[in-house]
């Protein structure tokens, strides 16, 4: 399938992935235009001969230099599962919309928008982020905000994590400070940062961990077997470091052509070779096709 679509401007366009479909949507202006991509690759980043590798892509994402309002999948660097959120309610504490971690890299619930946090001026595409940022993460589908409290997370005993809010709108409990390993406060957080989420009201760190698995014996026959529990952490350690490992990123080009392109890229799974490139410039079209 081949798709040539009139082009929007970085500014005006976010994304929202639902199902297997992809719809392009403006997160800030008000304006939506919607379109549904396959697997799709940028012309003029490979000719049509070229066939992209994971490894090629892994090596993208580590170079982007991250922006506000890029739509994120974090990769636990102690279990290698993913931060995830869906319609499904703690069964305990809050009953508030869990959050835990899993194996799939390739589920559109493990989608998340880095917004300021609470209390801070509004940030454009435009708008870096750096180590130190008070920041929000957003979960695309169901628009809650990830978010700790005091609250019992059920099999650690620590503290629960949730989403919470309406049309991204929460509290001061959705706050998270990025810590970065390796990189100093201020400096720029790119793809290849390894970094920690420390909950600033409590000041315990999103964790994960294989040693809080759901599974019958705990869980029963509830709908997250084989997912972690994801919890709030009173220390840092491994279990606290995450990466982001893929998404959708808006890419400021620092020449003369004033261009912005706006990115997205997903690591194909392990059982499947498809992988998922789409690119939007300021260019009159883009052409795409399919790999």
Not at 29 to 57: P, Q, R, W
Not at 251 to 262: A, E, F, G, I, M
């Amino acid at each position: 399938v081949f798709f040539f679509f009139k082009q929007k401007t970085a500014y005006e366009i976010s994304a929202c992935l639902v199902g297997s479909e992809m719809c392009i949507r403006d997160r800030y202006m008000g304006k939506a235009s919607f379109f549904v991509i396959s697997i799709l690759i940028l012309a003029n980043c490979y000719d049509d001969e070229h066939i992209v590798t994971k490894e090629e892509i892994a090596k993208e994402v580590d170079s982007l230099i991250i922006t506000y309002g890029s739509n994120v999948r974090l990769q636990n660097q102690n279990t290698k599962y993913y931060l995830h959120s869906h319609e499904i309610r703690w069964g305990s504490g809050s009953t508030q919309q869990s959050v835990t971690a899993m194996k799939d890299n390739s589920d559109y619930n493990g989608l998340w928008t880095i917004k300021e946090g609470e209390d801070i001026p509004p940030k454009i595409y435009s708008d870096l982020v750096q180590c130190g940022d008070i920041v929000r993460l957003e979960h695309i589908l169901t628009k809650k905000n990830l978010h700790s409290h005091d609250e019992v997370a059920p099999l650690s005993g620590k503290s629960e994590v949730s989403c919470f809010g309406d049309n991204g709108s929460g509290d001061e409990g959705d706050d998270w400070v990025i810590e970065c390993q390796n990189q100093a406060k201020g400096s720029t957080l790119k793809g290849q940062t390894e970094f920690s989420l420390r909950h600033k009201i409590t000041n315990r760190y999103l964790s994960t961990s294989r040693d809080f698995e759901f599974n019958v014996r705990n869980c029963g026959n509830c709908p997250i077997l084989g997912q972690l529990e994801v919890s709030a952490d009173y220390y840092a350690s491994t279990s606290t470091l995450w990466k982001i490992h893929s998404g959708l990123f808006y890419r400021v080009k620092q020449d003369d052509s004033d261009t912005v392109s706006y990115t997205h890229l997903t690591l194909p799974t392990i059982y499947s070779v498809q992988i998922s490139v789409v690119a939007v410039s300021l260019k009159k079209k883009i052409y795409s096709h399919q790999i």
